[in-house]
């Protein structure tokens, strides 16, 4: 098991973007939170397997129809704590 720290940057918040991280990410049976930061960036923090992961970072790259990401910050560490499924922080 591996984790993925990302921030998301762009027209991310107000446009679904939590949702769509947490319906992909539990999908992937990926476990961890997705929040909203005061900066307009979203951040993600995941738990998986790599390949599920990197499927995921892929989509957070796009996002949801009405988001526009214009660029996304992630990092690859060891897991940093214990979670039960994919919550979305507020």
């Known amino acids: 098991m591996t984790e993925l720290h990302a921030i998301i940057h762009g027209c991310v918040q107000l446009v ?5 991280v947490q319906r992909r990410a539990t999908k992937l049976k990926a476990v961890g939170t997705v929040q909203n930061l005061s900066d307009g960036t979203v951040e993600v ?3 998986g397997e790599r390949a599920a992961l990197e499927n995921l970072l892929q989509a957070l790259h796009k996002g949801p129809i009405l988001a526009h990401v214009d660029r996304v910050e992630s990092e690859w560490r060891a897991p940093t704590g ?9």
Do not use: E, G, K
Not at 16 to 20: A, I, K, L, N, S
């Open 16 to 20: 679904m973007f939590r949702d769509f």
């Open 45 to 47: 923090v995941a738990q």
């Open 82 to 90: 214990t979670f039960a499924d994919f919550c979305i922080a507020y």
